[in-house]
């Protein structure tokens, strides 16, 4: 009897020096995946916001679609943009979309800008919202909103005959803050 004691004892034993044992692997995964994850979050000092469009329809104020998102380079030779994010309003009962940039630049020790545009609307239809190029210093861009697949796009073109610009022409998409981390 005393022998069967030892022998159940020492499985007992071994089997709880194998839950340690799976129990540190595990702690050890996860906190290697967290040390990643926070490496991650250092390499860029701020959380943009996720990708969100919304089409609300009321009868008091209107027809209001909004996108929120940071815009990525999909072609064109545009620089990389700084860390940013957008929000796009368009109303219907004015033809105009409001676009609110905020931007972050690292080099210059976190200096924060803001900038605001206004678009007119070309047209609004139910698929989607054009509207008018906006002219800046050395591109016109004019944004593009998709309401069947709830999408934002922008496109940047030269301006003939202005040289010594670091804008240059492109299409952006508003996406999700996070995937630029990526």
Request: glycine share 8%; with cysteine.
């Amino acid at each position: 009897m005393n022998i069967g004691t030892i022998g159940s004892g020492s499985k007992t034993h071994t089997a709880i020096l194998f839950a340690y044992v799976a129990i540190v692997a595990a702690l050890a995964a996860y906190a290697q995946h967290t040390y990643e994850q926070l490496k991650d979050q250092r390499s860029v000092p701020v959380i943009l916001p996720g990708y969100a469009f919304y089409i609300l329809d009321d009868s008091d104020k209107g027809s209001v679609v909004q996108a929120t998102g940071t815009w990525r380079v999909t072609n064109g030779a545009i620089p990389a943009i700084a860390t940013q994010t957008s929000t796009i309003e368009c109303r219907k009962t004015g033809m105009q979309c409001v676009e609110s940039t905020a931007m972050v630049s690292v080099p210059e020790k976190g200096f924060l800008d803001a900038i605001s545009t206004v678009f007119e609307i070309e047209h609004w239809t139910d698929a989607g919202i054009v509207t008018k190029p906006a002219t800046g210093r050395c591109t016109t861009r004019f944004v593009t909103l998709d309401l069947v697949n709830r999408s934002v796009t922008s496109v940047l073109t030269e301006i003939p005959g202005v040289e010594k610009c670091k804008e240059q022409p492109g299409t952006l998409k508003l996406e999700g803050g996070v995937k630029m981390r990526k």
